[in-house]
């Protein structure tokens, strides 16, 4: 059964993925149809951030009292929704609208299943959960990409991502009783206590947590960034061409996949701090390139390594939220954790994207900050955390 569950909650996060990356690529194919500026995509994305940061806030709190399935099954109804209202908006302000639903149903199936996959299964599941996310991810530009090419249908690009995640949604529905028989087994077990919600003003006291919500901030600042701007990077500040500089990011992509399933494949064999250091020594490495006076190409292949060294920090650190915490309160503290990483998202790519004004160049250093802040933080959250703290309701 639990096995049975695993491979659900794997499929779920295909459709936590596809909303994320669904708006980006259509919107060159949107904005003309609809006569806007082409920045008026900023007003989805950051409406999309904030109900996500929201959401995330106040998961625990949500979570503990409907429960981990229901929350998922109803924000993945809302995250199909938002899709399928793309497909049929009449305009742009809808498209505003829709970034409510689609954004609540991300923040709240992410904080309850890497809560959930951190204190139910081993570390390995968490890597293998983000490989999936990264399948979701990598989905949505290939479909994009196929309905554009059909007279630039990105109707069509929205509706097929609907149909996949109807089928997500309707396996959720399906699993339901599948989520209560295993909370039923978790009661019965008598080393299993009741998870309960711990106040914000006590998460701020903490310093470990205040370093976590540090971390998880830089750390997805980096990812995005890169990710948003590194083809912007190689084309105005290397001089390649578009199209080679779309194909690094593709790798870039696949970098963070692979990172995170080779992390799975030696979770077994080597601990979550061990994982994240060899992870953070690549990503030094591959930053340092970019600063060399050395041939475009070889900054895009260190875009890839970016991508394969930092791609494991994410889930690895999550798992050891439970782990310094207690799996009483992680639900409280993951969902302030994935907060901040959203914050970050919201903040610090668009906070390049102004610095670019000045220089594309400056993409090398804004990453050496964002990692700096990123290495000293998890040090010293790893060096807090083994104090284990503990709270008391």
Same mark, same amino acid.
């Given at each position: 059964m639990a096995t049975v569950l695993l491979l659900i909650i794997y499929a779920i996060f295909i459709g936590l993925g596809i909303p994320d990356s669904s708006f980006g690529p259509a919107w060159p194919a949107i904005?003309?149809?609809?006569?806007?500026?082409?920045?008026f995509a900023n007003f989805v994305e950051m409406t999309v951030s904030l109900c996500t940061i929201t959401a995330s806030f106040f998961s625990a709190k949500v979570i503990n009292k409907f429960g981990t399935g229901l929350v998922v099954t109803v924000s993945t109804f809302l995250s199909g929704f938002a899709i399928l209202?793309?497909?049929?908006?009449?305009?742009?302000?809808f498209m505003i609208i829709l970034a409510?639903?689609?954004?609540?149903?991300a923040g709240a199936i992410d904080a309850a299943l890497n809560n959930y996959v951190a204190t139910h299964y081993k570390p390995r599941h968490m890597s293998f959960l983000h490989c999936?996310?990264?399948?979701?991810?990598?989905?949505?530009p290939l479909l994009m990409s196929f309905a554009l090419s059909d007279n630039n249908d990105w109707r069509l690009g929205f509706r097929i991502m609907f149909y996949i995640m109807l089928v997500i949604l309707i396996t959720a529905i399906i699993a339901l009783p599948l989520w209560k028989k295993t909370s039923e087994k978790d009661e019965r &077990?008598?080393?299993? &206590?009741?998870?309960? !919600?711990?106040?914000?003003?006590?998460?701020?006291?903490?310093?470990?947590i205040r370093l976590s919500w540090l971390m998880f901030f830089s750390t997805c600042a980096l990812?995005? !960034?890169?990710?948003?701007?590194?083809?912007?990077?190689?084309v105005k500040g290397e001089g390649l061409s578009e199209a080679s500089a779309a194909q690094f990011i593709t790798f870039y992509y696949l970098g963070m996949t692979v990172g995170r399933f080779i992390s799975g494949l030696i979770s077994g064999k080597l601990d979550q701090k061990r994982i994240v250091t060899i992870g953070y020594s690549l990503t030094a490495f591959a930053i340092a390139i970019l600063f060399l006076p050395i041939p475009p190409a070889f900054k895009g292949v260190a875009l890839f390594l970016i991508g394969l060294g930092n791609g494991p920090t994410?889930?690895?650190?999550?798992?050891? !939220?439970?782990v310094f915490f207690g799996k009483r309160v992680s639900g409280s503290?993951?969902? !302030?954790?994935?907060?901040c990483c959203n914050l970050g998202i919201m903040l610090m790519p668009p906070l390049f994207g102004l610095l670019t004004e000045i220089s594309a160049k400056i993409f090398p250093y804004f990453l050496g900050a964002c990692f700096v802040l990123m290495a000293l933080s998890t040090i010293l959250y790893v060096k807090q955390g083994k104090k284990t703290e503990k709270f008391e309701i």
């Open positions: 904005f003309p149809d609809f006569n806007v500026p082409v920045s209202g793309l497909a049929l908006s009449p305009s742009f302000w409510i639903p689609m954004g609540l149903g999936f996310y990264g399948v979701g991810v990598s989905l949505s &077990e008598e080393s299993v &206590e009741k998870p309960i !919600t711990l106040p914000f003003r006590k998460m701020l006291k903490s310093r470990g990812e995005f !960034t890169c990710g948003w701007w590194g083809a912007t990077f190689l994410f889930p690895n650190m999550i798992y050891l !939220t439970p503290i993951v969902g !302030t954790q994935l907060a």
